[in-house]
């Protein structure tokens, strides 16, 4: 099989507690499941009887004023450490504390539970904003997680920086930094174009370092959370238009592990 030397990893990010701001890592654990610590924790609407996502910003647009890392670097094999939350007030809050329920219901206007255990059928709502030429037009569904992970589909995402170059060049006005589109792994091609160039990646296996190998499984098609305000980002819908109208709404990849490992920051990156 041939092997080619595509690009580098440049970021690492992961995600405490889903829909929250994570953490950005020089290195990480990658573990079958995805990267260890990786969506560990996330909310439960007492109402709904649903996991709490920013897919549905009517409602949880005010989960990306919060920020979770890990008290403690994660181990395999050893329950996950408490996550410390950065508040949208400045505070901070841990979830070890008898009262976080409390506290984060009070911050979000809605009655949450914190999970650290899956339910038996995880879903969330996800709103589909009113653009051209989409399946679902300013509509809410309902979208079922696979069994035993808060993860949406695939357990971890990656997209390159020749994709954001792409999106930036077609829309220049926008903001398409990292941050909107929630990767695991950003990753710096060899060649250095603006392009899509991760479309053509799917179905292959991807190496990076010495150890880790993934199923580059489907490409990841976006969804709202790219157009909601976090940090100094604005809220903007043209940032989902733009992908829907130039690629079919598909910026980057989901993929699988196949062989565990750790990465790093610099590690190289080939396609089999």
Not at 219 to 232: L, Y
């Amino acid at each position: 099989m041939t092997r080619t030397l595509v690009g580098k990893v440049v970021s690492l990010w992961r995600y405490p507690v889903k829909s929250m701001l994570g953490e950005r890592l020089d290195a990480v654990e990658v573990t079958p499941t995805g990267l260890l610590g990786d969506r560990s924790y996330a909310l439960w609407d007492r109402q709904t009887q649903r996991i709490a996502s920013a897919k549905n910003p009517k409602k949880w647009a005010k989960l990306l004023e919060f920020q979770a890392t890990f008290i403690e670097s994660p181990q395999t094999q050893a329950a996950m450490p408490p996550v410390r939350f950065a508040l949208p007030d400045g505070n901070e809050a841990n979830s070890d504390d008898s009262q976080i329920d409390r506290i984060l219901s009070q911050f979000l206007g809605r009655d949450v539970d914190l999970l650290t255990a899956v339910p038996e059928t995880p879903s969330l709502d996800q709103y589909w904003p009113d653009l051209e030429g989409a399946a679902n037009r300013d509509t809410v569904t309902q979208l079922f997680m696979p069994a035993g992970t808060f993860f949406d589909s695939c357990p971890i995402h990656a997209v390159t920086t020749a994709t954001l170059a792409r999106l930036q060049h077609l829309y220049p006005e926008g903001k398409f930094e990292p941050a909107r589109f929630r990767p695991n792994i950003l990753i710096e091609p060899t060649a250095a174009e603006s392009t899509f160039i991760e479309n053509d990646w799917v179905g292959r296996q991807m190496s990076i370092g010495d150890k880790v190998c993934l199923s580059i499984d489907t490409a990841c098609p976006r969804c709202v959370v790219t157009t909601v305000a976090q940090s100094d980002l604005p809220t903007d819908l043209n940032i989902l238009r733009t992908t829907a109208q130039h690629n079919n709404s598909i910026a980057g990849i989901r993929a699988s592990v196949l062989r565990a490992g750790s990465i790093q920051c610099g590690d190289l990156i080939w396609l089999e």
